[in-house]
């Protein structure tokens, strides 16, 4: 064996640290398992422990060896324990004959403890006489190698013949090996045979009968003696093995002593015992006479080196300046062909050199200006993760303008405002101001979804009338109702801020910008007010009949009434502008953005007006009924009307672009943003639309759909809130269509109870419920969405900005 192995029972921490795949705690694991079995008695063993296994001790079985202790090896036999099928039948052939030529040939041995005692002390005994004998021995030994190496080839063949043909009469002679530290026994398929090499501190082992009852006696005989280490026991009528050349220094001579060399006469033997004498005529077997057997046997002996940096294989240099010779293609088919003919474990040292090499930083190589380019295109939440890899990547994934653009991507800029100061004097400013505000707006966005409920605020003061008409901006929310007056609520607290009284009649539309509240009523007027003062600042006289729809925009409001015409107004100073006049019916619903007005009316027409010059633009004919909601976004116009269909209009040609087809029923609610537009129908259903295409993308029904007419509904680039007469309020995913949860649901919810009107901040739903029958009484429900702090349980930031 060469003598860098290391020895597996003797190893430190360290010496196991240089083993392939083996770190610092897998070498401890090995010396703890081994001090709990008492020591390894093969290298196979070495798998056994917890952490190596059979892959990394393939990778490193030529490196190791086990040598088990000076009293084991004595008493160790050549098991058939790490051999392959073909290697174990040519053992038992060539056992066969060793055991047909000692058949009959030996007694029983007794091996009791007194006879074991009785043996020692004659060693003692004779110890003297026992080294005049040794040098005689040896000096015979060398004359027969003498006498034998003059014979010539049929000298051997005599000797391979006596030792391989059994016969009655002839005991196995004494078989002398030398030992050389260069050769090993193989396997003739190529197999290196490592784990079948018995590595011991003795130079060789004495090889007896397996199932012998007294198979350890003779080792105990030899207790205490030069040369008890360096006996083989062939005795007839044992199963006798080859004996395998092992590590160790040279024999001093080429012969193996036996028993008889020991023991003039039978009297000095235990009893049972009698020494095994050799015939005269049978030569002295040495190692070069072995190889016929061994070879017989299936074996063949050679010369083994185990490669390393200072000594190379065979051609290695040769094909390494081949390989450097080559181009890109050929290099490349080269290593495909090495790869096909490695083995697992040549490729995954393969992977362990390789790997290694392409694990760089390339991101901290980079500019700073470079890398956070690179990571703008990770999503937040990689972004995140990459923040935990490094101080420096942290650094940069906590960069306040990459996280800016973040927000932008989902909309999420606009300003915040605190509570109050000492919240703001609390809150430490965080390095990332664009990160705390997408992380808050992720936790936001799970509450909606997941987030446990919290028990919502009441807000009761109209009593049992109907609240017509709701508004929700900032902290403040205004209902209207039938009782004819609007009330103004803190969306924080739940009370009431003030009641706006002056209307003659009941409140039917309303409109909120900042502190300024617009109203109108069946009294055929319109009101301003100061939501801070509850004051009324202008009434505006003009409509002949119920103001019954409205919308602001800027200092100007566009009011459509049941008279058949729109005026427009100036809130600052209460003068009417203009009034507009063209339909035949009631003006139900209106839009306005600072240049165009659209409205819709009971005439089934849809009307585009320049107020500038009170001229009517273009006339929309195409439903045939009553129009009741309209969305315009300035550049197309959106339609609902009672004859089930909803209509997609270009506002500067006036031609019709969609008709969308699905709903059963007169659409009640429209809402539109961008190129989305979500309609709320009597039929129960919601609907999601892509009105550049026409295309129906979603229809929000299925088992939890609701179970009477869709009342309202507001819609974020997330989620879509829907409201019903069947009492309950319900939340949508916007893309995927799938109902998430009720937000709402009122006790009296199918027997009369009613959510009438909705409304929805970043972090609030308010809901309008009533009921037709006196079941459930008029309130306001306010749902808090926000991130709390822990501490206080309230609040910390408010949004401003509605859905």
């Not at 026994?185 to 501190?201: A, K």
């Not at 405002?417 to 705390?436: A, D, M």
């Not at 045939?624 to 269909?645: E, K, P």
Request: with cysteine.
């Amino acid at each position: 064996m060469a003598t860098n192995r290391i020895d597996i029972n003797t190893a430190t921490v360290s010496d196991f640290e240089q083993l392939i795949g083996v770190g610092h705690l897998k070498a401890e694991a090995i010396i703890k398992h081994r001090k709990s079995i008492g020591g390894f008695k093969k290298v196979g063993d070495l798998g056994d422990v917890l952490g190596v296994g059979n892959s990394i001790l393939d990778l490193n079985r030529r490196r190791l060896c086990c040598k088990v202790s000076n009293r084991a090896s004595r008493c160790r036999r050549y098991t058939n324990d790490g051999l392959t099928s073909s290697e174990l039948t040519s053992s038992r052939e060539t056992r066969a004959l060793l055991r047909q030529r000692s058949d009959g040939q030996i007694h029983k041995r007794n091996s009791s403890p007194h006879k074991k005692l009785t043996t020692a002390k004659r060693l003692v005994s004779s110890k003297s006489a026992f080294s005049v004998q040794k040098e005689s021995a040896s000096e015979k030994c060398r004359a027969s190698t003498t006498s034998q190496a003059e014979a010539g080839p049929s000298a051997a063949d005599t000797i391979s013949k006596s030792f391989l043909t059994p016969g009655p009469s002839v005991t196995t002679p004494a078989v002398a090996i030398e030992n050389d530290d260069s050769f090993q026994l193989e396997e003739e398929n190529g197999m290196d045979g490592s784990d079948n090499v018995m590595n011991d501190s003795s130079d060789v082992y004495e090889h007896s009968d397996s199932h012998n009852d007294d198979n350890g006696d003779d080792n105990d005989d030899f207790e205490g003696s030069d040369i008890s280490d360096s006996v083989y026991s062939l005795s007839s009528g044992q199963r006798s093995r080859i004996p395998v050349p092992i590590s160790g220094s040279l024999m001093a001579h080429n012969i193996m002593k036996r028993k008889n060399h020991l023991y003039k006469d039978d009297s000095l033997l235990p009893a049972g015992k009698r020494i095994c004498r050799l015939e005269s005529s049978s030569p002295q077997t040495t190692y070069s006479n072995l190889k016929a057997p061994l070879k017989k046997a299936g074996y063949q002996l050679h010369r083994q080196r185990i490669p390393s940096k200072e000594n190379p294989p065979h051609g290695l240099a040769e094909w390494l300046k081949q390989f450097q010779d080559w181009g890109n293609a050929e290099r490349l088919m080269a290593v495909d062909e090495l790869i096909t003919l490695c083995e697992p474990t040549q490729v995954r040292h393969m992977m362990q050199v390789i790997e290694p090499q392409f694990q760089r930083d390339f991101i901290s190589l980079l500019p700073k200006e470079l890398a956070l380019y690179v990571l703008s295109f990770l999503e937040p939440k990689d972004l995140l993760q990459a923040a935990q890899t490094c101080r420096y990547w942290r650094v940069l994934a906590e960069d306040n303008l990459l996280w800016r653009e973040k927000c932008k991507e989902e909309s999420i800029d606009e300003p915040l405002v605190f509570g109050t100061n000492r919240l703001r004097r609390r809150q430490p400013s965080p390095k990332s101001p664009w990160k705390s505000l997408y992380m808050r707006q992720h936790q936001i966005e799970q509450n909606w979804r997941t987030g446990q409920l919290r028990v919502p605020k009441l807000l009761k003061g109209h009593d049992d009338h109907v609240i017509t008409c709701l508004e929700f901006c900032g902290t403040r929310v205004v209902s209207g109702s039938d009782d004819n007056t609007l009330k103004v609520w803190s969306a924080l607290t739940g009370k009431c801020l003030r009641t706006l009284v002056g209307h003659t009649g009941g409140v039917w539309s309303s409109q909120m910008q900042g502190n300024i509240i617009i109203s109108g009523s069946t009294d055929r007027t319109l009101k301003v007010w100061n939501a801070d003062t509850g004051q009324c600042m202008y009434t505006l006289y003009g409509h002949t009949s119920t103001v019954r729809c409205m919308h602001l925009c800027g200092n100007k409001v566009v009011s459509g009434s049941r008279d058949a015409t729109l005026r427009v107004w100036n809130v600052e100073t209460g003068q009417c502008l203009h009034v507009l006049m063209g339909h035949v019916a009631a003006v139900r619903c209106v839009q306005y953005d600072g240049r165009r007005i659209v409205s819709g009316a009971y005439d089934y027409m849809v009307k585009i007006w320049d107020p500038e010059t009170e001229t009517c633009l273009h006339t929309l004919q195409g439903h045939t009924n009553r129009v009741y909601s309209l969305q315009f976004d300035g550049t197309y116009i959106v339609s609902g009307s009672l004859d089930t269909s909803i209509r997609v209009w270009d506002v500067e040609t006036g031609n019709c672009r969609h008709t969308l087809i699905g709903h059963q029923s007169l659409t009640s609610g429209l809402e539109l943003k961008d190129n989305i537009l979500v309609s709320g129908n009597a039929d129960s259903t919601v609907k999601v639309w892509d009105i550049t295409t026409g295309k129906c993308l979603q229809t929000l029904q299925g088992s939890n759909k609701h179970q009477s007419a869709v009342t309202c509904l507001q819609f974020n680039k997330k989620f879509v809130i829907t409201s019903s007469d069947d009492g309950t309020v319900k939340i949508w995913d916007l893309k995927s269509g799938e109902f998430l949860r009720n937000l709402v649901t009122l006790d009296s919810g199918g027997s009369g109870g009613v959510v009438w009107r909705v409304r929805c901040s970043n972090t609030k739903l308010v809901c309008a419920v009533g009921s037709r029958n006196g079941t459930e009484e008029t309130k306001l429900l306010v749902l808090d969405f926000d991130v709390e702090d822990k501490k206080d349980k309230m609040p910390v930031i408010e949004r401003v900005c509605n859905y």
